[in-house]
């Protein structure tokens, strides 16, 4: 895991740059469909931090013809975006391996009854 310590021209320091910062902000991502967040879903494929701060997000939909494809994805990068320390956000739609339910955390599964 790299970690990025910022600042800006007035001198602020802001924390590192860490992989939970960036999965905090996906946790407040909800697929507007089910009642839990993308990544206790399993919706997150790979979060990979550079050194100079760009993030790249690999995340699926639970299926191609999911109503919020155009949507979730924006708003993946919006709110990865807000994170301090993070220069540019870039949200890749991947579709290998589909998306399953055996993804879901122990948490997504108790939400939505489905032990």
């Known amino acids: 895991m790299s970690e990025v310590s910022v600042w800006t021209p007035e001198g602020e320091q ?30 997150i494929y790979a979060i990979e931090i550079a050194d100079d701060g760009a993030v790249k997000i690999e995340m699926t939909l639970t299926t191609p ?12 990068r919006e709110a990865v975006s807000a994170v301090p320390g993070v220069r540019e956000a870039k949200v890749e739609l991947v579709w290998d391996p589909p998306w399953d339910p055996s993804r879901m955390s122990e948490d997504a599964r108790l939400a939505l009854n489905m032990f």
């Open 65 to 76: 013809s999911c109503p919020s494809a155009q949507e979730l994805p924006e708003r993946v």
């Open 14 to 43: 802001h924390p590192p740059l860490t992989e939970e910062a960036v999965i905090a902000a996906l946790k407040t991502v909800y697929d507007p469909e089910i009642p839990c967040d993308i990544y206790e879903i399993g919706l």
